[in-house]
C-alpha cells in the first residue's frame, strides 16, 4: 500500500526564521516512519504544496483543512488532530461537507458527535515515536527547575493560569515568545488607544531562549527537573490528551499539567494534575523539593506510554481501520 500525509504549509516552515514549529509537520514525519516498518506498506511519504504525489497513491490523509484532491489517491481520510479557536464542533460540520472517505480523531466526544451525525471514523488518540523520545542521560545545559516547550498561542488566560507561575523558579521557556509592544520604529499614534499588554507577555519575551535544536528536546525532557503541560482549551473542551504529554512521559520526565478529564481518569499516578495558579507554584516548590517522588512519578508515567500510547500502536489501529474503507 502506498501512503501519504498532506501538510498544507511548505516542507521545512518549521526551520524558518520567526516562524513556529509546526508539529504537524514532526508529526506526520515520525508516522511514515513507523508505517515503514510494516510489510503492508510500500511507501509512506509527507506531501506539502511543494512537494505534490508523482503519481496516484492508496491513500491520503489529510493533517488541515485541506479539500480532498481526488486525482492524489484511491481513498482521502481526515485527521482531525488540531485545535479551533472556533470549537472542533463548528469545524468538524465543515469537513463533513467534503466529503471525505474517511475520518480519525484525537477526541473520543468528536468522534461521538460524528458519529451522532451519520457518519464513520476511528479514534486515533496520538503516540510517542519511542524510537526519538526515550530517557536520555542529563544535560546540563537543560538542568532547569521548570521547562516548556510552545508558543504564544494558547492566549491570556491560559497562559497566565499555566505558564507564568513558572518565571518565579529557574524556567526554561523555549519557543516563539515575540516583543510584545509596538515595534520602535513604528511611528506613534498618541490619540489612539492600545489594549495594555499582559504581564506573560512582557516577561516571557524578556527570559525565551528561543528556539530549541528539535534533536535536544528529548535531551530537555530528560533533563529538568519538572516539564509544564498547557492545554489549548479547545482541546480541553473536548477531552484530548495532548502529544507533549506522552512525549515528556516516555523520556521519563516529570510532568505537572493543566486538567483534561480524560487524563485525570486513566493517568492518575502518572504526573501531577494542577488547577493553576497559586496552586501550580506551591507545586513547582513542593516537587524541586521532593526528587524521590518526582523519580517515582516519572517512571509510572514511562512504563504507561509504553504500554498504551506509542506511535507503533497507534498506526496498527490507524492501518485497521485503512483496511475497512478500501
Same mark, same amino acid.
Given at each position: ?24 509537520? $514532526? ?8 508505517? @515503514? %516498518?510494516?510489510?503492508? +506498506?510500500?511507501?509512506?511519504?509527507? *506531501?506539502? =504544496? ?122 526554561? $521557556? ?8 509596538? @515595534? %520602535?520604529?513604528?511611528? +506613534?499614534?498618541?490619540?489612539?488607544? *492600545?489594549? =495594555? ?130
Amino acid at each position: 500500500m502506498k501512503m501519504g500525509f498532506y501538510l498544507k504549509w511548505p516542507k521545512g516552515y518549521s526551520g524558518t526564521k520567526g516562524c513556529n514549529v509546526l508539529g504537524d509537520e $514532526l508529526y506526520a514525519e515520525s508516522m511514515c516512519r513507523t508505517l @515503514l %516498518k510494516s510489510e503492508s +506498506i510500500d511507501s509512506a511519504e509527507l *506531501y506539502t =504544496p511543494d512537494c505534490l504525489p508523482k503519481e496516484k497513491i492508496d491513500v491520503m490523509i489529510y493533517l488541515n483543512d485541506t479539500p480532498p484532491h481526488r486525482d492524489w489517491a484511491k481513498k482521502h481520510l481526515l485527521y482531525i488532530q488540531n485545535a479551533y479557536g472556533e470549537g472542533s464542533d463548528k469545524a468538524l460540520e465543515k469537513f463533513h461537507l467534503a466529503e471525505y472517505d474517511g475520518y480519525a480523531f484525537i477526541s473520543n466526544r468528536l468522534l461521538d458527535v460524528h458519529r451522532a451525525a451519520g457518519f464513520q471514523g476511528v479514534f486515533l488518540p496520538f503516540g510517542v515515536n519511542t524510537d526519538l523520545f526515550y530517557p536520555r542521560k542529563k544535560d546540563n545545559r537543560y538542568d532547569f527547575d521548570v521547562a516548556y516547550i510552545g508558543n504564544d498561542i494558547k492566549g491570556e488566560a491560559r497562559a497566565t493560569r499555566y505558564l507564568l507561575p513558572a518565571a518565579r523558579f529557574r524556567f526554561g $521557556l523555549f519557543g516563539n515568545w515575540p516583543y510584545p509592544g509596538p @515595534l %520602535k520604529k513604528q511611528r +506613534i499614534i498618541f490619540w489612539k488607544q *492600545y489594549d =495594555p499588554i499582559p504581564e506573560y507577555k512582557k516577561i516571557f519575551y524578556r527570559i525565551s531562549k528561543g528556539k530549541i535544536p528539535q534533536d535536544d528536546v528529548p535531551l530537555l525532557y530528560s533533563s529538568a527537573k519538572i516539564n509544564l503541560n498547557c492545554t489549548h482549551q479547545d482541546c480541553v473542551d473536548w477531552d484530548v490528551i495532548t502529544l507533549r504529554t506522552f512525549e515528556v512521559l516516555a523520556c521519563r520526565g516529570f510532568l505537572i499539567t493543566d486538567k483534561v478529564p480524560v487524563a485525570e481518569k486513566t493517568m492518575q499516578g502518572c504526573m501531577v494534575f494542577t488547577d493553576g495558579g497559586n496552586d501550580l507554584t506551591e507545586r513547582i516548590g513542593y516537587y524541586i523539593d521532593h526528587e524521590s517522588e518526582r523519580v517515582k512519578i516519572s517512571q509510572k508515567g514511562y512504563e504507561y506510554t509504553l504500554r498504551h500510547a506509542t506511535l507503533e500502536s497507534r498506526m496498527k489501529e490507524l492501518l485497521a481501520y485503512i483496511d475497512e474503507i478500501l
